[in-house]
T-cell receptor, first 110, second 114 residues
Framework: DAKTTQPNSMESNEEEPVHLPCNHS???????IHWYRQLPSQGPEYVIH???SNVNNRMASLAIAEDRKSSTLILHRATLRDAAVYYC???????????FGTGTRLKVLA | EPEVTQTPSHQVTQMGQEVILRCVPI?????FYWYRQILGQKVEFLVS????????KSEIFDDQFSVERPDGSNFTLKIRSTKLEDSAMYFC????????????FGSGTRLTVV
């Protein structure tokens, strides 16, 4: 089973920031936090990952709580193309596989 | 941006037939993976492959499944005798290193077993 908990769905208005939360209370000290998204009829797409510090890339930002038991994916300005299922996954070193949960379905309103 | 390419995009096969799903991973990647997603369900790990051997596999990946890297560019998933419950989207993925830094997934092959 997935080791993360996410809301089933969220809505956002276009061009507004979106904060997608994830709880991973059983995370161990060496586990990474990965985020993927899956657009309709597509394979999962890597978004961002981090270990302890907050991370930014061209797609999003990842804010990791100090105790690492939760994290938040931040889309700075949601567009209609960001409508997707977002998955938060924790991954231990030496592990090859992702265990996907049900993710958060993000709906972006025009 | 480099892509993982999967062919065909949709395959229909008769129950009991063998099927081979093909993938071309990103050229400098060393780790290869297959996942599947039954309609409306979660994405599930099947197998990972590195250095010409399976590094990890799930319970789903039983004797009916096999993987191969027949040449320097292709990575294939074979299902020997398909069952109705094998109908799913099959995603290939690849990564430079272990999963730690993320993978690139292909767009998938929709397998329909009739």
């Amino acid at each position: 089973d997935a080791k993360t908990t996410q809301p089933n769905s969220m809505e956002s208005n276009e061009e507004e920031p979106v904060h997608l939360p994830c709880n991973h209370s059983t995370i161990s000290g060496t586990d990474y936090i990965h985020w993927y998204r899956q657009l309709p009829s597509q394979g999962p797409e890597y978004v961002i990952h981090g270990l302890t510090s907050n991370v930014n890339n061209r797609m999003a930002s990842l804010a990791i709580a100090e105790d690492r038991k939760s994290s938040t994916l931040i889309l700075h300005r949601a567009t209609l193309r960001d409508a997707a299922v977002y998955y938060c996954i924790t991954l231990g070193s030496g592990t090859y596989k992702y265990i996907f949960g049900t993710g958060t379905r993000l709906k972006v309103l025009a | 941006e480099p892509e993982v390419t999967q062919t065909p995009s949709h395959q229909v096969t008769q129950m009991g037939q063998e099927v081979i799903l093909r993938c071309v991973p990103i050229s400098n990647h060393l780790y290869f993976y297959w996942y599947r997603q039954i309609l409306g369900q979660k994405v599930e790990f099947l197998v990972s492959f590195y250095n010409n051997e399976i590094s990890e596999k799930s319970e789903i990946f039983d004797d009916q499944f096999s993987v191969e890297r027949p040449d320097g560019s292709n990575f294939t998933l074979k299902i020997r005798s398909t069952k109705l419950e094998d109908s799913a989207m099959y995603f290939c993925a690849s990564s430079e290193q272990e999963a730690i830094r993320g993978y690139t997934f292909g767009s998938g092959t929709r397998l329909t077993v009739v």
